[in-house]
T-cell receptor
């Protein structure tokens, strides 16, 4: 069975600094990897996904994620953080087998301080 | 195109009662998944329905059940509510495959007293 670990419950970063939110995964076969963001009192919004191809995936709102097969990681990054990026971020994994549901991590709360 | 709609937005129940939550997927989406979100456990997968059939099921007790109708709308039911069932229940839809990008509703916040 697949699983996701987000080792940090909370990440604090100053506005304008680069940010990284970490994610490692475990899956049999080729992974499908996703990042979602959740703002207060809202559902999850899709940021980006990796299926195959370039290891650096670009997504919404200036976010990108780097797939590293050897380290089984899929860290979320942004070159310059905004206060409005403060939210709860979830990493999720599925597999190339079509009917495998997405399994989510426990989430990382990002706080960007002005 | 309208997004995923979940009703009601908030629910307060007492232990032992049962509850039914509703989800209307994006038009044309045939897969509906349900997740339970709690502060300590993050998002946990409940089940997924596709074309009125349960396609995947998570590790939840039988008190949690669901169904999907011919118009792809879905309901989930929790019987004999326990305090630990207090959570945000999220519904998500996708066009077909389970491993596709999911579109989430805003959720139903269930409080069990």
């Amino acid at each position: 069975a697949q699983s996701v670990a987000q080792p940090e419950d909370q990440v604090n970063v100053a506005e304008g600094n680069p940010l990284t939110v970490k994610c490692t995964y475990s899956v049999s076969g080729n992974p499908y990897l996703f990042w979602y963001v959740q703002y207060p009192n809202r559902g999850l919004q899709f940021l980006l996904k990796y299926i195959t191809g370039d290891n650096l995936v670009k997504g919404s709102y200036g976010f990108e994620a780097e797939f590293n097969k050897s380290q089984t990681s899929f860290h979320l990054k942004k070159p310059s953080a905004l206060v409005s990026d403060s939210a709860l971020y979830f990493c999720a994994v599925s597999t190339a087998q079509g009917n495998t549901p997405l399994v989510f991590g426990k989430g990382t709360r990002l706080s960007v301080i002005a | 195109k309208a997004g995923v709609t979940q009703t009601p937005r908030y629910l307060i129940k007492t232990r032992g009662q049962q509850v039914t939550l509703s989800c209307s997927p994006i038009s044309g989406h045939r897969s509906v998944s349900w997740y339970q979100q709690t502060p300590g456990q993050g998002l946990q997968f409940l089940f997924e329905y596709f074309s009125e059939t349960q396609r995947n099921k998570g590790n939840f007790p039988g008190r949690f059940s669901g169904r999907q109708f011919s118009n792809s709308r879905s309901e989930m039911n929790v019987s004999t509510l326990e305090l630990g069932d207090s959570a945000l229940y999220l519904c998500a839809s996708s066009f077909g495959q389970s491993n596709e990008k999911l579109f989430f509703g805003s959720g139903t916040q269930l409080s069990v007293l």
